[in-house]
């Protein structure tokens, strides 16, 4: 069974601009989950969904967004890039349905850098 | 906002040593879970324990959770260099969705 694939997984831009990271969970999984990874603010979360609705949303500014497809595949973008954006962003699928959080799966994450 | 706090930030020890980590929370859980992470990659999910659960183990893993204390610790037993990582706890906050990440152990277990 194929993991959780993240692209791309290194990527580079410029302040001002945006971004768009996918993820694909792992087959079956209708969850998924973003966290944003930094040195000075640790694993933050992002957002989940769940079957193409956001069920919860961190304390991130409007600039960043997310949505999910009907095939569980989900996107999050990140409009008018700041340099405080550079992160490792982290994508997790899960089978669970309910509100008790079970067993994340997470991907190799994209690494992004903006200068 | 991180819900779990770990201690220590970083451990060093010799291989076959034993690592203990430390997590407390502060709010109530329904459980709480333990992740690891090899430099600049993904996390890896090691093991969970339930908020009616004392004591679990995994192979050469052991948690153990006190509610009481709002706190968890991970033994890793006779630990080998592959060790080598960092190692978060996650908890649920109830009915949200998500999982909070503490701010991790760096391990360093020396050849």
């Known amino acids: 069974k194929a993991g959780v694939t993240q692209t791309p997984r290194y990527l580079i831009k410029t302040r001002g601009q945006q971004v768009t990271l996918s993820c694909s969970p792992i087959s079956g999984h209708r969850s998924v989950s973003w966290y944003q990874q930094t040195p000075g603010q640790g694993l933050q979360f992002l957002f989940e969904?769940?079957?193409?609705?956001?069920?919860n949303k961190g304390n991130f500014p409007g600039r960043f967004s997310g949505r999910q497809f009907s095939n569980s595949r989900s996107e999050m973008n990140v409009s008018t890039l700041e340099l405080g954006d550079s992160a490792l962003y982290l994508c997790?699928?899960?089978?669970?349905?309910?509100?008790?959080?079970?067993?994340?799966?997470f991907g190799e994450g994209s690494r992004l850098t903006v200068l | 906002s991180q819900q779990g706090e770990e201690d220590p930030q970083a451990l060093s020890i010799q291989e076959g040593e034993n690592a203990t980590m430390n997590c407390s929370y502060k709010t109530s859980i329904n459980n709480l879970q333990w992740y690891r992470q090899n430099s600049g990659r993904g996390l890896v999910h090691l093991i969970l324990?339930?908020?009616?659960?004392r004591e679990k183990h995994s192979g050469r893993l052991r948690v153990t959770l006190d509610t009481s204390k709002k706190s968890s610790s991970l033994l890793i037993t006779a630990s080998r260099a592959a060790d080598t990582a960092s190692y978060f706890c996650a908890t649920d906050e109830g009915s949200s969705y998500k999982l909070i990440f503490g701010s991790g152990t760096r391990l360093l277990v020396r050849p």
């Open positions: 969904y769940f079957s193409e609705t956001q069920r």
């Open positions: 324990i339930r908020s009616n659960e």
């Open positions: 997790a699928s899960s089978l669970r349905a309910d509100k008790n959080t079970g067993e994340l799966f």
